[in-house]
């Protein structure tokens, strides 16, 4: 078995630009079959001058793991995840050790456990739920900087959607383990936990009182910024007007999208999806923030976020805050009475809500 084109292209991206995040990125999200994820791996792994993987790493590879400027943090944990799900438990502790040493301050870290008895951490406390396509990858490479967040290096993991069946344990082996007293607060980022009402029973089930933030985005901005993000993965049989009217003739007639992995407008009904997050958590834990401001006045936002999580003021560099995953696809225009309806129709709760922040 080959590996497909794009998997293909992939990788020649990181043969020029060694731990490009964006390469990575799309690997990670490719609809990959195991046969192919193993072939990923070991050309990812020769890539990066590991060599091929076998049961745990060797001696050299785990010195060059730490060492290597070209083995990146998000490159360590993609190498971790696809050994576990390929069900290789010893190269997924060792990948993962690594990746702790090479993130986490050595005193802070607690010792290596036995391979036989290894304890699970307590899992992250801080969980980015959403909106998709509302700066979720900004504000959570923003928080990774702060010294006392630990950020996973994969930005949406799934698991309370789409890895749930693999368990609590899975889930908390991704996080690293501290010393008592000398832990940091570890967080993860997947904008989809928003959106799916099976969600936050799962989180409150697995962590308990987790800190929650959500930032929202103008509802039809967003539900117009994701039809171009899903134009770059999936041919759409319509205009983005024709799809948006569509979808809210649907929902008006109390039915989901004509074609479900749209769900633009879905999307961004904002009420609807926190109210089970509302019913688990209350108000004090979950952090309600706006796109545009953290767009336009990141400083302050971020400000306001690390008060929330009771952090200190990391004052180590002076602030920085590029935009992360901008779209690339241009914007087609919509209509300007498509728009005008929308807000005032199927959008108008959400649009209340989203004011007020």
């Not at 010393?179 to 099976?198: H, R």
């Not at 993000?229 to 649907?250: C, G, I, K, V, Y």
């Not at 074609?259 to 407008?265: D, N």
């Not at 879905?266 to 545009?292: I, M, N």
Request: aromatic letters at 6%; a neutral charge.
């Amino acid at each position: 078995m080959a590996l497909s084109s794009t998997a293909g292209r992939c990788l020649q991206q990181l043969q020029q630009r060694p731990g490009d995040r964006g390469a990575l990125a799309h690997l990670y999200y490719l609809p990959l079959a195991a046969a192919e994820k193993r072939l990923a791996l070991d050309a990812l792994a020769e890539l990066a001058g590991l060599g091929r993987l076998e049961q745990s790493l060797s001696a050299a590879q785990r010195q060059r793991a730490l060492s290597s400027p070209a083995i990146t943090p998000m490159l360590l944990a993609l190498l971790a995840l696809w050994a576990s799900e390929l069900e290789q438990e010893g190269l997924d502790a060792a990948l993962r050790r690594c990746l702790w040493e090479r993130t986490v301050p050595a005193e802070r870290l607690l010792p290596e456990a036995p391979a036989t008895a290894e304890p699970a951490s307590a899992g992250p406390g801080l969980l980015i739920i959403g909106a998709p396509k509302s700066g979720t990858t900004s504000l959570a490479a923003y928080l990774a900087r702060h010294r006392e967040v630990w950020m996973h290096p994969i930005k949406e993991l799934h698991f309370f959607d789409q890895r749930w069946p693999l368990g609590a344990s899975w889930y908390r082996q991704r996080f690293p383990r501290f010393e008592e007293g000398l832990g940091m607060l570890c967080a993860e980022a997947t904008p989809s936990y928003l959106l799916d009402g099976a969600v936050p029973a799962r989180v409150q089930r697995t962590l308990g009182r987790v800190k929650l933030i959500a930032l929202l985005r103008e509802p039809l901005e967003r539900a117009h910024s994701w039809l171009r993000h899903m134009r770059q993965f999936t041919p759409l049989p319509r205009s983005d007007a024709a799809l948006l009217r569509e979808e809210a003739e649907a929902l008006a007639g109390g039915s989901g999208a004509a074609h479900p992995p749209v769900r633009a407008l879905e999307g961004s009904l904002y009420g609807r999806h926190l109210q089970a997050w509302r019913r688990c958590f209350g108000e004090d834990t979950l952090l309600l923030l706006r796109f545009e401001d953290l767009r336009d006045q990141p400083e302050a936002v971020m400000d306001r976020v690390v008060h929330f999580l009771q952090l200190p003021a990391d004052a180590a560099e002076p602030p920085r805050f590029p935009v992360y995953n901008p779209s690339s696809t241009p914007a087609e225009p919509l209509p300007i009475d498509l728009a005008r309806e929308l807000r005032a129709g199927v959008l108008a709760e959400a649009l209340d809500l989203w004011a007020s922040l």
